[in-house]
């Protein structure tokens, strides 16, 4: 199997899973209790906590989450105010502020260019005095395309709002801008374990909050944390983080060696500049998206968002960037990173391109 849908999730680190691993077979406790057994799990948690902040800006706390969609709603619904958020969100954000609205929450979507980047005008319009939110994904989880989150947040300072970055995509692999106030990620997009998450608040910053309890967590997220999934989350993150550099230019290199391996047929989605080169989101007219992932059952790869996979539904990310239906429903997305080597990618590349080919001609 050669796997190419590291937007999705990514393989689990090697480290990661020898730091979950004692607290899986034989340390048990629980982080919130007060003896011996239960520091030492505190400890580990806290470890973890500083691993994954080192990676956040200056200046605020990591409380650990479920994993980025309550790290997201809680971020939406701990506050109040209008809210101007983009068309191109995940559905974490788009269909929580969705919810808020019903309940009579004023909402702005701001609409894409073609390249999948919003027009900062546009977004200067929108975000004026009175605004209490601005949501932004930092780096799109379907096309890849980076954001202008720093001046973004910029407007939504000086306009007195919070600034919220999506940053599970960009976590780890491109710079979190200062301006941020929350931050929303995930572990197991950075080659860490599923099922946790965290949301960076700014030192000043208060929310409702979203689950009552214990309230373990510093800003008052309640529930036992999991110190397997926390040592896990941490490792990745500093693994992340000592390899910045190597992952970023291992991402550039796969990224360009596949556009070169590509014919003319296939056009690429989003900006090709202003993205994250371990996305790679491809269309070509009249592909049978559906028939080419039944030829090719040993490449992992995907039509879209893994959250809206089934649906029936074209993407509403390649819909905001001006795609008509049939274009967006002939569009693939491949995600490679750290594991993926450049024979894999364009070994695949390869049989893509001949299956996709050999629809043309049965047609």
Request: aromatic share 4%; with cysteine; proline share 4%.
């Amino acid at each position: 199997m050669i796997y190419l849908d590291y937007q999705a999730t990514t393989p689990l680190a090697p480290e990661a899973l020898a730091a979950m691993l004692p607290w899986l077979e034989s340390q048990h406790a629980n982080p919130h209790s007060a003896h011996a057994p239960g520091r030492a799990a505190k400890a580990a948690v806290e470890a973890a906590r500083d691993d994954v902040a080192a990676l956040m800006p200056v200046g605020g706390a990591v409380s650990f989450t479920s994993g980025a969609t309550e790290a997201l709603n809680w971020a939406i619904k701990g506050t109040t105010g209008p809210i101007v958020t983009l068309a191109s969100e995940h559905a974490a954000v788009l269909d929580t502020v969705e919810a808020e609205a019903r309940k009579g929450r004023d909402v702005t979507v701001l609409p894409l260019g073609s390249d999948g980047l919003v027009d900062l005008a546009a977004a200067r319009a929108a975000i004026r005095p009175g605004t209490r939110l601005v949501a932004a994904m930092l780096v799109n989880n379907e096309i890849g395309t980076i954001q202008p989150v720093e001046q973004l947040a910029d407007l939504a300072r000086a306009a007195g709002a919070l600034f919220l970055c999506d940053a599970v995509q960009g976590y780890g692999r491109t710079r979190i801008p200062d301006g941020c106030d929350l931050v929303a990620v995930s572990a197991h997009k950075i080659h860490g374990p599923k099922g946790v998450g965290a949301l960076w608040i700014r030192d000043g910053v208060t929310l409702d909050p979203l689950l009552h309890g214990g309230g373990q967590e510093p800003a008052g997220r309640s529930g036992t944390l999991s110190p397997a999934l926390c040592a896990g989350f941490g490792a990745a993150a500093r693994l992340a983080k000592q390899r910045f550099g190597a992952d970023h230019a291992h991402a550039e290199q796969l990224f360009r060696a596949a556009l070169a391996h590509l014919d003319g047929d296939w056009i690429l989605n989003g900006s090709r500049d202003e993205r994250y080169h371990g996305n790679l989101n491809i269309r070509r007219k009249g592909l049978d998206v559906a028939r080419l992932m039944s030829d090719l059952r040993d490449i992992a790869f995907s039509a879209g968002s893994a959250c809206a996979s089934g649906s029936g539904r074209p993407s509403h990310v390649l819909r905001a960037i001006g795609l008509a239906d049939n274009e967006a429903r002939s569009s693939i997305r491949l995600g490679f990173g750290r594991y993926t080597t450049e024979e894999e990618l364009l070994t695949a590349l390869d049989r893509i391109i001949a299956a996709a080919r050999s629809q043309k001609v049965a047609a």
